[in-house]
């Protein structure tokens, strides 16, 4: 990492073993007492457990030519034929191909309606036994009008390209301190945006690791997107939904009703809504699924916010989340 724009080459990662666990309090009593030590936090376990959806039909089915289109129901909730006849006349034109990179359980990169939108980096994040990581990949970035599955955001392969970072294991389990690695390796990598559709509930009012992350991550030129947690909770609670700097993504339904499931982002500081219930979207081996979860909505808003940095570059995390803000829509529970 970039040493000069982070402090977290300071932090140390201490692995108490399993027979001292029981001696955990005391590890920790010592921590407080160092003067060497400035803080402390435990390296929190996190899970991705995504709801199975159905599959939904929606109005029309002509805005491009891939076959499963009509069962996007949120492309007409996000007003996207609009958006697509906005770019198209007269032309808006990408100043830049933006990455996206999906922190996951990998992403199939092969599968036949990503391949062409898909950039490796190294070839354990190239495969997806869970298929967590696949399925946020097609929200955010699957191949617009080849022909071929579903659309995303883009209308083209120009805007856009995704990656994946493993940072969970094929069960859907990882820490924080992976996660955070993960980070560091997409802003290191050119990581336009940053999409973590994970995270957990925590014991600590401030995680200060991830918060030096995304600052990182930041300066680096990332704009990070979270998804908000399936407890129907404050994501106050959930990290790293809480971090400051990050847009916090809690889910709707299509009758834009606050999904049962979520979380919501009322005190986070750049709380937005997408689409998260039924969500039909690439999954491994060239197939398709429906899933429900925050984990869905978030690569909706990474893709979204990923076009409008292909089309200005310079845009940062208030200033994306002031035009989110601006030109959304309300769903019937604004908190």
Known sequence: ???????????????????HLSQLQDVKRVLESSALVEWWEENEVVEVNPIMGNEASSAGNSLTNDPYLDKLWAFNTCRVPQLYANLKSPPILPQKKVLIAILDTGIDGNHEDLKDNYLSLDEKSDR????????????????????I???????????????????????????????????????????????????????????HTYTEAVKYCREKGAIVV????????????????NTPGVITVSSINSNLGKSAFSNTVKDVEYGIAAPGENIYSTFPRN?????????????????????????????????????????????????
Request: charged fraction near 20%.
């Open 1 to 19: 990492s970039d040493k000069e724009h982070t402090l977290l080459d300071d932090f140390i990662l201490i692995d108490v073993p399993d027979q």
């Open 128 to 147: 997806d036994v869970r298929g967590h990581g696949t399925h946020c990949a097609g929200v955010a970035a699957a191949v617009s009008n080849n022909g």
């Open 149 to 207: 599955g579903i659309a995303s955001f883009a209308p083209n392969n120009s805007f856009l390209q995704v990656t994946g970072i493993k940072v969970l294991s094929d069960f859907g389990f990882g820490s924080q301190a992976d996660i955070i690695k993960g980070m560091i390796k997409a802003a290191d990598n050119g990581a336009d945006v940053i999409s973590m559709s994970l995270g957990g509930a925590t014991n600590d009012e401030r995680q």
């Open 226 to 241: 979270v998804a908000a947690g399936n407890a129907n909770q404050p994501a106050t609670r959930f990290t790293p939904a």
């Open 287 to 335: 197939s398709y699924k429906a899933l429900s979860g925050t984990s869905m909505a978030t690569p909706s808003v990474a893709g979204l916010v990923a076009l409008m940095k292909s089309i200005d570059p310079e845009l940062d995390v208030s200033t994306v989340h002031a035009i989110l803000e601006a030109t959304g829509i309300d769903s019937k529970d604004t908190k």
